[in-house]
């Protein structure tokens, strides 16, 4: 037969290019099955596992989600999530730290993967470019191109690897000479990638310029921040004041955050986030309900009741958020151990690393990506090649196998970069 796909011209390869870090978890699950699996290294997966290799979880999710009674576990959500939903979707994101003078508002999804899906979607227009940072989460690529989107990327380090506003700057002028909206996404803190969370330092500078460049153009600008690892970065609270920044923005400007329970409740599979916005205007923070709740309809129409449910249910109550604020304390604890054991020895051996502030990985710039992870493969070492880089997720790696991991990295790169 000669015909190959039946999908229409615009759908055609799509999925032909394999997944990067799915590629190296099949080599992992054929290694397993090999003696010696238990000298295996899995830095691919961005689950955390507890020091046994157990999937980590928090145990008063786990006990309350089992409580929840058949109804709330199978009845529809409400597409745009439950009013008790929303408001704990919204308390949780700011912790305090909502601009002054602004209303919010928050619609339900599947994960932040959905409300980065509704920001591409929503505010960018047909074939527009949302600018990501150079290193960053693939689907960001995947979900603009399914939205007939286009991404640009700004390069997050300059060669010192301090953060790089002088290329956001540049970018976020050329967009707006470009296109009548202008979204910008920050994946912080804790950026997927390598760690990095922007200082105040950082918004101080930016925030002032993103103002001005709305008020100059007359154009939407759109600032979307991922904030999918915001407690994995020292004090949670401490991690989300810099949202406090963002006041007396012009009218066309708007801040548009991706809430995740996926990494902050360890929930990755009851798909459960938010799209949680804010502005100065009731109307707009009723567009923002309406645009998104009609793009959930149209896309997966509600998103997880159990999940909302339990959002809710722990964020209503003082003695269950205090349970979980300490069991996820544990886990940030564990992560930033690791992170330490590794970053430590690698500035002993010479290994440079990206900044690393929190989060769940780490990122090795080297020369040659794929010929480094082939290498450390053959010393049961899976991490994920990335254009520019390797990915290590510290959130799988137990503490007694990151003794070694640095030197064993900076030998394979030396001996392919000399
Ligand atoms: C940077 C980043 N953003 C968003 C997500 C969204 O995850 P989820 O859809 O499971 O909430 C992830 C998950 O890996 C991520 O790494």
Not at 63 to 75: G, I, S, V
């Amino acid at each position: 037969m000669s015909i190959q796909s039946m999908a229409a011209a615009h759908a055609a390869g799509k999925g032909s290019e394999p997944d990067s870090v799915f590629a190296v978890v099949a080599k992992i699950r054929e290694a397993k099955k090999l003696p010696g699996a238990e000298a295996i290294i899995d830095g691919s997966i961005g689950a955390m596992r507890n020091e046994d290799g157990s999937l980590s979880i928090l145990p008063v999710v786990d006990e309350e989600y089992r409580k929840l009674p058949a109804e709330d576990l199978m009845d529809y959500a409400a597409i745009a999530g439950s009013p008790e939903f929303i408001a704990a979707a919204i308390q949780y994101t700011f912790q305090g730290f909502q601009p002054a003078g602004t209303i919010a508002g928050a619609v339900g999804t599947p994960g932040g993967t959905g409300a980065v899906r509704l920001m591409i979607a929503n505010y960018l227009d047909d074939r527009e470019t949302a600018l990501i940072p150079d290193w960053h989460w693939a689907p960001y690529r995947t979900i603009a191109q399914e939205s007939r989107r286009r991404t640009d990327t700004y390069a997050m380090f300059d060669e010192k690897s301090a953060f790089n506003t002088a290329d956001i700057k540049a970018k976020v002028r050329q967009t707006l000479e470009r296109q009548n909206n202008m979204l910008i996404i920050f994946n912080t803190p804790g950026h997927n990638p390598t760690g990095y969370s922007m200082s105040q330092a950082d918004w101080a500078e930016l925030i002032p310029f993103l103002r001005q460049q709305a008020t100059a153009s007359g154009k939407k600008v759109i600032v979307g921040l991922d904030m999918a690892y915001a407690d994995y970065c020292g004090d949670p609270r401490e991690a989300r004041r810099f949202l406090g920044m963002f006041t007396d923005l012009p009218e066309n400007m708007q801040v548009v955050i991706a809430f995740s329970m996926s990494k902050s409740f360890f929930i990755y599979g009851m798909r459960c986030g938010a799209i949680v916005g804010f502005h100065p205007s009731a109307a707009v923070m009723r567009d923002f309900a309406n645009i998104h709740s009609f793009s959930a309809r149209g896309a997966w129409s509600n998103g997880s009741r159990g999940a909302q449910e339990i959002l809710a249910k722990i964020c209503g109550d003082p003695i269950l958020s205090a349970r979980a604020d300490q069991e996820r304390r544990a886990l940030a604890e564990l992560l930033s151990q690791r992170a330490a054991i590794f970053t430590d020895e690698a500035r002993a051996v010479g290994l440079r690393v990206l900044p690393y502030y929190g989060g769940f990985f780490v990122t090795i710039p080297v020369k040659e990506p794929k010929l480094t992870t082939e290498k450390l493969m053959a010393s049961n070492i899976y991490l994920v090649p990335m254009t520019g880089g390797l990915r290590l997720a510290v959130c799988a790696v137990p503490k007694n196998k990151m003794p070694g991991l640095a030197t064993k990295i900076r030998a394979a790169q030396k001996e392919l970069e000399g």
